[in-house]
């Protein structure tokens, strides 16, 4: 049942959380480096004390498997380098091979510490199973959040020895099994408790991340959000920028109060996050002016025609009905430019030309006449 717990709260955890979890595994390479030098050092030793050959094939099999994951994490690092973004697929063939590490160097470490034990070397027993103790306590600190892995580690480590100190038959070797037993008991409690704890933080933190990037009044995105993702969506490729500034939103506002004019940006909000797609990024700058970045920017003309509009359709608010226009500025790249600030200027621009007619759409690459909500241009809807 515990087990169990603990697997639900695994498959619960988000991507990004995720992502986290497997990049963090891959932090420091000093857990190894000093498991692997701490096998060589009391390997050596015994191997020259006793003869033991056996004894030397494990210190060598620990320092290879040893190389062998420090070679896994740089390559990890350079992955990371080329592109931060991993699926969830590709984080866990990197966390599989990263277990798979871990457990072949539990068990050579449980290997080691048994055959130490046969010898009947009282101080090379001690050293051997101290540094099985001591990767096990690094394994409950690292592992904690991949449990599975843990166990898996503890057990490699452990049972070797335990097994052979109880086909010892006096009582000094029952001890030590029964000893190793409990530490192994001792040690998976722990995993669960950190666990627990350290899923909560991390959930916690990226809750709070997201609300820092959270416009509290309509739910959409606040103008923060543009510095960090919009380069990331311009790397990606082809987008448009839309830069909205509502018309005739202060009357309204000045009209009917504060906590209509509350309402109408919330529902101006929730018709932009319908005309958006799950990949495009809905934004308030702040007032009563929004950005809504398309990837994909082939149709931007006709993305602006929508929110030209949805955006002035008719309002409804403590049985007010209100009539908004929106203006609209499109940049898009590369064409309008290159990187995020070019777009935002050029976007800012073309919003400056349709405001002039209050209402409508300008192309930054054309400044065109802007569209009335009608959909005509303006030059036709005053020969009509």
Not at 197 to 213: D, P
Not at 292 to 306: G, K, N, P, Y
Request: a neutral charge; hydrophobic letters at 50%; aromatic letters at 6%.
């Amino acid at each position: 049942m515990l087990f169990n717990r603990m697997e639900s709260g695994r498959a619960s955890i988000s991507d990004a959380v995720y992502l986290e979890v497997i990049t963090g595994l891959h932090g420091t390479t000093m857990p190894n480096v000093l498991a692997a030098a701490c096998l060589a050092m009391v390997g050596s030793i015994t191997t020259y004390e006793t003869g033991d050959m056996v004894t030397a094939g494990l210190t060598v099999a620990g320092v290879v498997v040893a190389i062998v994951r420090l070679f896994e994490v740089f390559a990890f690092r350079r992955r990371l380098g080329q592109s931060p973004q991993l699926d969830r697929a590709e984080a866990a063939r990197w966390e599989r091979r990263y277990i798979a590490g871990t457990v072949v160097t539990a068990l050579i470490l449980g290997l080691f510490a048994a055959r130490s034990i046969v010898l009947g070397d009282a101080l090379c027993s001690v050293m051997a199973i101290g540094i099985g103790f001591g990767f096990g306590a690094g394994v409950v600190a690292r592992l904690a959040l991949r449990p599975v892995a843990a166990l898996l580690d503890l057990v490699a480590i452990a049972a070797p020895a335990a097994i052979v100190a109880f086909m010892q038959p006096d009582l000094r070797h029952v001890g030590l099994g029964l000893l190793i037993l409990m530490y192994v008991v001792a040690s998976f409690e722990m995993v669960r408790l950190s666990f627990n704890a350290s899923i909560n933080q991390i959930t916690l933190k990226r809750q709070f991340e997201q609300l820092a990037r959270i416009d509290p009044m309509t739910g959409v995105a606040n103008r923060s959000v543009l510095a960090t993702d919009l380069p990331a969506m311009l790397a990606a490729g082809r987008l448009a920028v839309h830069t909205l500034d509502l018309d005739r939103f202060k009357e309204a506002n000045d009209r009917f109060g504060h906590p209509v004019g509350d309402a109408l940006l919330k529902q101006v909000a929730g018709r932009l996050k319908a005309i958006a797609a799950a990949e495009h990024l809905v934004v308030r700058m702040g007032g009563d002016e929004f950005v809504l970045i398309q990837r994909a920017a082939a149709d931007a003309e006709a993305m602006a025609q929508h929110i030209v509009q949805s955006i002035g359709a008719p309002y409804e608010v403590e049985g007010q009905a209100i009539e908004l226009g929106v203006s609209v500025g499109v940049a898009v790249a590369p064409d309008d430019g290159r990187t995020a600030e070019a777009l935002m200027s050029r976007s800012d621009r073309a919003l400056y030309r349709a405001k002039e007619s209050r209402g409508g759409y300008v192309l930054a690459r054309e400044l065109r006449m802007p569209v009335t909500t009608s959909g005509q241009t303006v030059s036709e809807g005053l020969a009509a």
